[in-house]
């Protein structure tokens, strides 16, 4: 235990923890599964950025300064934008390059400065012990949420091509005849954060929760900051890909819906 009330984990019993990959290692052979190489890359490549991230972040949380706290969060929206850019599957243009990025950076930006300044009141504001946690949480699950509103609205603007245009062709406003479009794709986006907020609690405790509960916190305040956190996360998923829904269909009909 060590002051916080916690459990330090020894070398030799985070060692242990690999034998469920060992175990996921042996199923998928056993399976005829080729995914071995890819799971032994996977495992190292998390095992030592996680690390990397600990001795980065102790430096940080000790040494707290604004610029730190500002170039950490800006390195993940960047790498956030780029993930984004990679999970889709048709090849994107660079406006809607643009447009993605714009709605990646404004929408968790505004979120996570209105749940630090007004929901937590942090002091000072770029706290990184605060800030940086939160904002990894905010900004993955809206680089997850957008990159299914890239893929819905691109292969819902591809499938459905003719049912725009005719609706165009009949006299309906762009909005219009995209609407179907746009909200399917933002309600497909949507979807994995309702999930979750739907069964957590009960199917699972999420690892917020969990983390603050194996720190030392208390049930009930880690309960706390979980929902304000669930609230926050859905608050900035929903704007990010609103704004991308919106501005991204635009692109299609400026294109002439190719």
């Known amino acids: 235990m060590n002051g916080n009330g916690s459990m330090d984990l020894s070398f030799w019993q985070l060692a242990a923890a690999y034998i469920f990959i060992v ?26 950025q996680l690390i990397l991230v600990g001795y980065i972040l102790a430096y940080v949380f000790k040494h707290s300064h604004p610029l730190y706290t500002i170039g950490i969060t800006a390195i993940m929206l960047i790498f956030s934008v780029y993930n984004i850019y990679k999970r889709t599957k048709a090849p994107l243009s660079g406006e809607m390059k643009k447009i993605i990025a714009v709605s990646m950076v404004t929408g968790t930006v505004a979120s996570l400065g209105y749940f630090i300044l007004v929901v937590l009141c942090v002091s000072p504001w770029y706290d990184p012990m605060y800030v940086i946690p939160i904002a990894g949480m905010i900004i993955g699950n809206a680089m997850t949420g957008i990159s299914l ?17 005719g609706a165009l062709i009949l006299g309906a406003t762009p909005k219009v005849a995209s609407k179907p479009i746009v909200n399917q794709a933002f309600d497909a986006a949507m979807l994995p954060t309702i999930n979750s907020m739907v069964g957590m609690g009960i199917v699972f405790l999420p690892g917020m929760m969990t983390g603050q509960i194996l720190g030392g916190a208390s049930p009930v305040v880690a309960i706390e900051y979980q929902i304000a956190i669930m609230l926050g996360i859905a608050g900035s998923v929903s704007l990010s890909v609103i704004l991308f829904v919106q501005l991204g269909y635009r692109t299609f009909l400026i294109r002439g819906v190719r």
């Open 23 to 48: 175990l996921l290692l042996v199923i998928v052979k056993i399976r005829g599964i080729d995914r071995e190489k890819e799971i032994l890359v996977s495992s190292v490549r998390m095992t030592l």
């Open 149 to 165: 509103g890239v893929n819905h609205l691109l292969e819902g603007m591809s499938s459905k091509r003719h049912l725009v245009e």
